[in-house]
């Protein structure tokens, strides 16, 4: 997978080579992205060497637009990933980015897995519910709106310990 990431960054770079506000463009709108499912849906554990994969080639290709190391200039990596619209290049870490991406997608999905009560009263099926499953969310954990992802938490599951991690 990251081979073919690596190659078609590189291609649409350099098909760009005389468009640097293009390039930069494409590098923030979409190359810098390209791993962010797996960044959310994998055990950050995982996500490390991809990730650290993925800042070095955004710091290649950026450097490469810009014609300097950004990363030698003062402040310059903290620039690099500030917001375009307060003056940075709007390029983030995706080492820094895959505990909080990993752990948002969890605190998304974990509500829609067991059984809960709506306001009503009446029983939403889960989408996985499973006597595992429900003990491992904790039974009326979701119920009527209510959000409580401590007995998740503290099952000692894989997942929940990743998402707790982050």
């Keep these: 997978m990251w081979k073919k990431v690596e190659a078609d960054a590189r291609k649409i770079h350099n098909t760009l080579r005389d468009h640097p506000q293009h390039r930069h463009q494409m590098l923030t709108l ?12 994998v055990h950050p554990d995982h996500t490390l060497e991809i990730a650290q994969r993925m800042d070095a080639l955004i710091t290649e290709l950026s450097n490469d637009i810009a014609g300097i190391d950004i990363d030698a200039v003062p402040l310059g990596p903290e620039r690099k990933q500030l917001p375009m ?30 059984p809960s009560l709506n306001n009503t009263g009446q029983t939403v099926p889960g989408y996985y519910a499973t006597p595992h499953i429900t003990q491992l969310i904790g039974a009326g954990s979701f119920d009527s709106g209510s959000y409580h992802l401590g007995p998740f938490l503290a099952s000692g599951c894989a997942v929940a310990m990743g998402a707790d991690a982050a």
């Design 30 to 41: 979409s190359t810098q992205h390209t791993i962010d499912y797996w960044l959310q849906h």
């Design 85 to 114: 619209r307060l003056g940075g290049l709007g390029l983030r870490a995706r080492v820094q980015l895959r505990n909080a991406a990993y752990a948002s997608t969890v605190a998304k999905v974990i509500p829609l897995l067991a």
